[in-house]
């Protein structure tokens, strides 16, 4: 189940000034490229200067390999790489980092990834845990009670959630509509063209063969969670209408996955400073 609002917000401090802000100054830069200082006329002398000392070579010039050599690595090749964790907290086992060659995922794997993001890894209760206290402070089912029974109960049934949604929009849809449950990272260009390609990857995905297509795991994936969830939340849950408002929900949490999965590793190098 895709709950990433607090993710986003976490993102949003850092997105404008990390990426926004330096596409601005370069704007600058360019500008004074295309007008350069008046140069200075020197005056030249009509015969050789005797006592003019011949300019000592640079480093570069005595050793160009060597120099060519330090450049080559201390590049920084961290853009765009994605982590398995965003904050340490939420599984980001499904972002594929940019430039990365494509490769289909098996059905197995299809199956592992579903795991990584909602059983196996530590991530995945550490974040329920947060989830769950979220819920119960905004007391969003108040049928659930409070106190440790009731976060008890939001914490089993985040969890569910959690778990029955993941498997559905990254494992069994995908499976059946051979689409890959991914999100292929951008990774250049301006802010809100990353931000525009982030929003669309909810209801645009890439198939097991390459190709785009519409995002029938994300949307059919999330209808199937929110369906479900009338199994185990109190009557008063459940029903067309709250499904219906469940499955909004879920689509929105989506869109602002993908949106952090997107400006996740800026904010990974430029503000954590971690390559």
Same mark, same amino acid.
């Given at each position: ?166 498997? $559905? ?14 999100? $292929? ?6 802010? $809100? ?20 297509? $519409? ?61």
């Amino acid at each position: 189940m895709h709950k990433f609002a607090i993710v986003a917000s976490l993102a949003g401090l850092f997105l404008f000034p990390c990426i926004a802000l330096p596409q601005s100054l370069a704007g600058i830069s360019s500008n004074a490229a295309i007008y350069p200082a008046a140069s200075v006329p020197v005056p030249s002398d009509s015969g050789p200067n005797l006592g003019a000392r011949a300019p000592r070579a640079t480093p570069q010039q005595q050793n160009p390999q060597k120099s060519a050599g330090k450049t080559e690595d201390s590049k920084d090749d961290s853009s765009g790489k994605q982590s398995d964790r965003m904050f340490w907290v939420v599984p980001n086992f499904g972002a594929v980092s940019a430039n990365e060659q494509f490769k289909p995922l098996s059905t197995h794997e299809k199956y592992s990834l579903a795991m990584s993001d909602s059983v196996v890894d530590y991530s995945a209760y550490t974040w329920t845990a947060i989830l769950a206290g979220q819920a119960m402070g905004l007391n969003s089912d108040p049928e659930l009670g409070r106190g440790a029974a009731g976060y008890g109960r939001y914490f089993w049934r985040t969890f569910t959630d959690g778990v029955s949604g993941t498997f $559905f929009t990254e494992a069994i849809v995908p499976q059946i509509t051979h689409e890959d449950p991914r999100y $292929f990272t951008l990774g250049e260009g301006g802010f $809100f063209h990353r931000l525009n390609y982030a929003i669309s990857r909810t209801f645009i995905t890439r198939t097991d063969s390459g190709g785009n297509a $519409f995002n029938v795991s994300e949307v059919v994936g999330n209808l199937l969670e929110s369906g479900l969830s009338n199994a185990y939340y109190p009557p008063e849950e459940r029903g067309f209408n709250q499904t219906m408002v469940n499955f909004g929900t879920q689509m929105e949490s989506a869109v602002l996955n993908h949106i952090a999965q997107e400006f996740w590793p800026d904010i990974r190098r430029k503000v954590l400073r971690r390559k």
